[in-house]
């Protein structure tokens, strides 16, 4: 199937506790970027990669990592859970066209920190 | 002020009315999304524009872009459209989506 795959839908983590959420797209899309929606606000960007071998910050980055090895995948690692990390994050690919962005998001992984 | 501000927040309106979601921003755009979450799921690009207006089923959103404003309609809305609308702009000449805070939109039957 095509499209963005996120892994895990749901996960809890104790303060402190490390992990990685993963992104696979098989669209061969150039652009992968992770956000994270909390209530009352926007999404927001954390970090992205134009492609691979190439990564920058977002709008809040602090607390997580990435790295783009290859084209088709994106994983986001939480060094140390905080309880501020609680949301749910979304990963999205895109594909340039004359320029015009074209979004494909995954379904989600809601975290919570306890 | 945001870059991209939606009206209303929240919706609430009976089955079978005419829906108008809007949206406004403030920076030069490549390109507008209107995007879809069902509670508990995923989104859904429901639109991409960067002129004019486009038409899917029930569903139209429009642009202007002078005006650096667009609007999503419903018409003959349904409960199952009960979900949230965000809408997205891509800046020109970067590929980072800002987003609006979404409106939740509740058809009752």
């Known amino acids: 199937n095509a499209g963005v795959t996120q892994t895990p839908k749901f996960q809890v983590l104790k303060t402190g506790q490390s992990m990685t959420l993963q992104c696979a797209q098989d669209?061969?899309?150039?652009?992968m970027s992770w956000y994270r929606q909390d209530p009352g606000m926007g999404l927001r960007l954390i970090h992205y990669?134009?492609?691979?071998?190439?990564?920058d910050q977002g709008e809040v980055p602090n607390g997580y990592n990435v790295s783009r090895s290859t084209t088709e995948d994106f994983p986001l690692r939480l060094l140390s859970a905080a309880p501020s990390q609680t949301s749910v994050y979304f990963c999205?690919?895109?594909?340039?066209?004359?320029?015009?962005?074209?979004?494909?998001f995954g379904q989600g992984t809601r975290l919570t920190v306890v | 002020k945001n870059e991209v501000e939606q009206s209303p927040q929240n919706l609430t309106a009976q089955e079978g009315e005419f829906i108008t979601i809007n949206c406004s921003y403030s920076?030069?755009?490549?390109?507008l999304h209107w995007l879809q979450q069902h509670p508990g799921g995923g989104i859904v690009s429901l639109f991409m524009?960067?002129?004019g207006k486009k038409k899917h089923g029930r569903l139209i959103a429009t642009i202007n872009i002078q005006e650096k404003h667009s609007s999503l309609h419903i018409t003959a809305s349904h409960p199952r459209d009960s979900a949230v609308y965000i809408c997205?702009?891509?800046?020109?000449?970067?590929?980072?989506?800002?987003f609006g805070q979404g409106t939740r939109l509740t058809i009752n039957p």
């Open positions: 999205a690919s895109s594909y340039t066209l004359t320029g015009v962005p074209e979004a494909f």
């Open positions: 669209m061969n899309h150039e652009y």
């Open positions: 990669s134009v492609g691979a071998g190439i990564t």
């Open positions: 920076v030069g755009i490549s390109a």
């Open positions: 524009l960067s002129s």
């Open positions: 997205a702009v891509g800046r020109q000449g970067a590929q980072k989506l800002v």
